[in-house]
């Protein structure tokens, strides 16, 4: 419950900081939007996982919301030893060209909070984890690119 609080107040925080960039996701809102793709996690062992994040881009465009992870196999672990965790993930459109999202795995170990990745617009659009870490003990190192449904860019 204390997590959720604090995750609550840290994308408050962040919505405010993020709309004085003004950049938003379009076309908002979407629901059933996803990011799938391969990402590499490593932490007491390094995995490649099919990752599908499923959730809905809100009105305005501010932030979306990942109610659903599923991470398949790549890796034989993927699914079982290497699972999502702390859903729901939320995205927040940082700039045109990056992302920052809370987001979190067992991996077997919890590594969870805010991390960031670029963001590429394009047919379709990417997001991509370029050594990006989630703390924990230990933490987690994340790459690999996913790609958003919807024709979704960052404005």
């Excluded at 995750?7 to 709309?19: D, F, H, K, P």
């Excluded at 672990?77 to 459109?93: E, K």
């Amino acid at each position: 419950m204390k997590s959720a609080a604090a995750l609550s107040a840290a994308v408050l925080m962040a919505t405010a900081a993020g709309s004085a960039s003004a950049a938003s996701f379009t076309p908002n809102p979407v629901s059933g939007f996803t990011m799938s793709g391969m990402l590499n996690i490593s932490q007491t062992t390094t995995v490649d996982c099919s990752v599908t994040m499923t959730g809905d881009i809100a009105s305005g465009g501010a932030t979306a919301t990942i109610t659903n992870v599923s991470v398949d196999p790549g890796s034989w672990h993927c699914g079982w030893y290497v699972t999502a965790s702390g859903t729901p993930w939320i995205v927040l459109p940082t700039s045109t060209s990056s992302v920052m999202i809370w987001m979190g795995f067992a991996a077997p170990s919890i590594c969870s909070g805010a991390t960031t990745a670029s963001w590429t617009n394009g047919s379709p659009s990417a997001a991509t984890f370029s050594s990006a870490s989630l703390p924990g003990s230990p933490g987690c190192t994340l790459f690999g690119t996913v790609t958003a449904s919807h024709s979704v860019t960052i404005i």
